[in-house]
């Protein structure tokens, strides 16, 4: 395949409410309006993260990420793989991030010289070049305090001044002659469960999102081989490039020389409802009398499948009808709130005791004289269970080769919830089924993305 003579010509950074606040262009400038269809589409979308990441326009295309409220829009000419530039788009909020600890808005406007520095080396006549964190700190030293005061005072940059080491070797995520007192290499699996549950407790849809995140810090060029007790488990698998791909196809094995510090060894996705294990369950009642000013309010949650590891940061939170004016609940434990405004229940429960379930009960305000709402709130639901991967997934042994020293080596284990919902009472099948299918074509958007360019 021919590659076109530049891939991204543009890239606007628009923040939460709509506003551009950066943008690189590399040779020619497209004007701003160009981002119109983008405003476009991010209207007719229901949730920011339901914009289309391909967008095609009479002469252009447009690609984006939502990352950290924060769309990174990038303007293609030609057609170019949307995959290709996702991924590039991706790397730069990681690169922000390494360098400023957090990508927000502040932050990138704060260290804006360092972000059209990292720009131009991370991108080559429109090319990715230079997208490692390793090589690029040898080429941009990271922002500090007292590096931009001398700057500011010298007129100098933060561009070194010697061509990172591992740019020409065949290892180019990691530079050479690294050293270290205390050699160690942690990995951090977290996985992120989706589920639609119905108010009896079946599930409807569930899948997981996996990572495994890690931090090597090891002298030398080491080798490492990390196996896993059930890799079979794995589906729809992302590798760092360090990771030897064949030897995973033959036997299940990562084998690679790591980034030194932190990177992403990879991502994986469990998408077989069966495999997926609902660890909570929520049993809950709302009810609103026809002619009563009153409604009233039951909800009881517990830990359900957990393999004996506790639920913790639990957070409940419910869109209730417009009619409702006011609550008076009462929470067995941790604290609720209610924006009359607009209409939201929050219920911060913490960490749940399976001897005592946490429940929260009371009435609700209605508007007198109005009709009973006859539309039942969802429940929304966020929590965290520490040294637990809901997948199975688990790691049997990690071994370094070409190195001498015995370094420290550890494992987490993490599970948190992330579109985790439960249906109201009297939910249709025909509407179940609507949200199983808008649930499950909502990661192919991408896709469908594609397919109209």
Not at 158 to 177: I, Y
Not at 191 to 218: H, R, Y
């Amino acid at each position: 395949m021919q590659l076109p003579a530049k891939m991204i010509h543009s890239l606007f950074l628009v923040n939460s409410s709509g506003d551009i606040f950066l943008e690189k262009h590399w040779k020619s400038v497209v004007s701003r309006s160009v981002c119109d269809y983008f405003f476009e589409a991010q209207e007719r979308a229901s949730e920011p993260e339901n914009v289309p990441p391909v967008i095609p326009t009479p002469h252009h295309y447009l690609i984006s990420v939502l990352r950290h409220r924060i769309y990174f829009v990038a303007v293609i000419q030609s057609e170019v793989p949307p995959l290709f530039v996702i991924e590039f788009l991706h790397r730069v909020v990681d690169t922000f991030q390494d360098y400023f600890g957090v990508c927000t808005e502040a932050a990138i406007k704060d260290n804006v010289v360092v972000v059209y520095e990292l720009l131009e080396e991370m991108l080559d006549n429109g090319f990715p070049l230079a997208t490692e964190s390793n090589i690029l700190k040898e080429l941009i030293k990271p922002p500090t305090i007292l590096r931009t005061v001398v700057n500011t005072i010298t007129g100098s940059t933060n561009v070194g001044e010697q061509l990172p080491t591992g740019q020409l070797s065949v290892v180019p995520w990691r530079r050479t002659g690294v050293k270290y007192t205390n050699n160690e290499a942690y990995f951090d699996v977290v996985e992120e469960i989706d589920a639609i549950i119905d108010k009896s407790g079946s599930t409807i849809t569930a899948e997981i999102q996996g990572v495994i995140d890690a931090c090597v810090k090891l002298t030398g060029m080491p080798d490492l081989t990390l196996s896993f007790m059930n890799p079979r488990l794995l589906d729809d698998v992302s590798f760092h490039p360090c990771v030897r791909f064949k030897r995973w196809e033959a036997e299940r094995i990562l084998s690679f020389i790591p980034p030194d510090g932190n990177f992403r060894l990879l991502s994986y996705h469990v998408s077989c409802q069966n495999l997926v294990a609902i660890p909570v369950y929520v049993k809950h009642n709302i009810t609103f009398r026809e002619g009563s000013s009153q409604g009233r309010f039951e909800l009881t949650l517990g830990p359900k499948q957990t393999m004996g590891k506790g639920l913790e940061a639990v957070l409940i939170s419910s869109q209730l009808p417009r009619g409702v004016l006011n609550t008076n609940l009462n929470p067995s434990q941790g604290t609720y709130n209610f924006d009359p405004v607009t209409k939201l229940l929050s219920w911060d429960v913490g960490k749940i005791n399976p001897q005592k379930l946490p429940s929260l009960k009371g009435s609700m305000s209605l508007q007198a004289g109005a009709s009973k709402p006859d539309e039942n709130p969802t429940i929304n639901i966020q929590f965290k269970i520490q040294q637990s991967a809901l997948s199975g997934l688990k790691v049997n042994r990690l071994d370094m080769y070409g190195e001498k020293y015995k370094p420290f080596k550890g494992i987490k284990y993490m599970t948190k919830a992330g579109k985790f919902q439960v249906l109201p009472a009297g939910t249709g099948l025909g509407f179940k089924k609507i949200i199983q299918y808008k649930y499950r074509t909502k990661h192919t958007s991408l896709q469908e993305g594609l397919n109209t360019t």
